[in-house]
C-alpha cells in the first residue's frame, strides 16, 4: 500500500512578548478611625468672611445710627440732672474764683447740653466699646473673638479711668495753675462758664481717649501689627507723640501739668508693652505645640 502524503507542519505563531505591567503603587496608608489626619495650621483656621467695601460702610452705619440712638436716649436722661452735672464739674475751679459768669443769652443752655452729652458718652462708654468691638469682629478669626468680653471690660474700665483721672488730678492741677498765673499778675478773673467747660470737656474726654492706649496695643499685637521689639524701639517716638498730644490736651506752659498727663500716659503705653509680650509667648507656645503634635 502506498503511504498517504505526509501533512506540511503548519508553522507556531510566534509568541508576542508579554507587556510589562506597571508596577503597583503601594497604597497610601491610612489612620485608624479613632485617630483623624492632622491639618497644617493654616488650614485649622476657618476661611474669614469676605465683605466688600460697600459692606464695610453700611455695617459701620448701622452700628453709628445705633450709637447715636443710645447716646441721645441717655442724653435726655443726663440732661434732667444737668445743674447736678454742671455742680460737679464745676468744684475742680471753685476754690480759685467767686463765680462763673455768661455773656451769651444762649450760654447756660450750652453748657447743659454740653454736660449732659458729657454724662451720656461716659455712661455709654461700655455700649460704645462694644459697638467698636462688633465692627472689628467681623475680621478676626474664632480664637481671637473670645476676646470680647475682656475687650469691652477693660475698654470701658480705662475710659471711665481715664475720665476720674481728668476729674480729680489733671483738671485741678491744670485750673489752678491757670488760674493763679492771672491772679499774680492781679489780674481779676471772670471766667465764663461756656468757655471753662469746653476746656474741662477737653481734658476729661481727651484723657479717656489716651487711657486706651493699652487695649489698643493689646489688639494691635493680637493681629500680628507689632511686637514688643517694635515697641520698644520705637519707644522715643512714643514718648514724643505723647507729650505732644497731652501738651494739647492740657495747654499749659508748665511741666508740672504736662508730667501729670504725660507720665500716667507713659505707664500705660509700657503696660501695652507686657501685653503685647504676653501675646507673643503665647503665640511662641501655640507654635510650638503644633511642631510637636507634627513631630509625633
Known amino acids: ?151 469691652i471690660f477693660f475698654g470701658s474700665f480705662f475710659f471711665l479711668g481715664g475720665g476720674a483721672f481728668g476729674y480729680f488730678v489733671a483738671l485741678p492741677f491744670a485750673t489752678e495753675f491757670l488760674v493763679n498765673m492771672g491772679l499774680n499778675a492781679n489780674w481779676d478773673a471772670d471766667i465764663r462758664i461756656e468757655r471753662y467747660f469746653s476746656f474741662a470737656v477737653n481734658v476729661l474726654l481727651g484723657l479717656a481717649v489716651m487711657f486706651q492706649l493699652p487695649i489698643v496695643i493689646f489688639m494691635l499685637s493680637q493681629l500680628g501689627v507689632v511686637t514688643p521689639q517694635f515697641l520698644m524701639r520705637h519707644f522715643r517716638w512714643a514718648v514724643l507723640i505723647i507729650i505732644i498730644v497731652s501738651a494739647a490736651i492740657t495747654p499749659t506752659p508748665d511741666a508740672v501739668n504736662l508730667t501729670i498727663v504725660a507720665g500716667p500716659t507713659l505707664l500705660l503705653y509700657l503696660v501695652g508693652v507686657g501685653a503685647s509680650a504676653l501675646v507673643q509667648r503665647r503665640r511662641k507656645r501655640i507654635e510650638e505645640e503644633v511642631e510637636e503634635e507634627w513631630a509625633e
Open 1 to 151: 500500500m502506498i503511504p498517504p502524503p505526509e501533512e506540511p507542519e503548519q508553522e507556531q505563531p510566534a509568541e508576542e512578548p508579554e507587556e510589562e505591567q506597571p508596577a503597583e503603587e503601594p497604597e497610601p496608608k491610612r489612620l485608624p478611625p479613632t485617630q483623624p489626619a492632622r491639618m497644617k495650621p493654616e488650614e485649622d483656621e476657618e476661611e474669614l468672611p469676605r465683605m466688600t467695601l460697600l459692606e464695610h460702610l453700611d455695617e459701620l452705619r448701622r452700628r453709628i445710627l445705633r450709637t447715636l440712638i443710645v447716646v441721645v436716649v441717655t442724653f435726655f436722661g443726663c440732661f434732667a440732672f444737668a445743674e447736678e452735672i454742671y455742680t460737679l464739674l464745676a468744684k475742680p475751679i471753685a476754690p480759685h474764683v467767686d463765680q462763673l459768669v455768661f455773656d451769651g443769652v444762649a450760654d447756660p443752655f450750652i453748657v447743659q447740653v454740653k454736660v449732659a452729652l458729657l454724662a451720656s458718652v461716659f455712661v455709654t462708654s461700655p455700649y460704645l466699646v462694644g459697638q467698636l468691638w462688633g465692627f472689628v469682629a467681623p475680621g478676626l478669626y474664632r480664637r481671637e473673638k473670645r476676646y470680647a468680653i475682656p475687650f
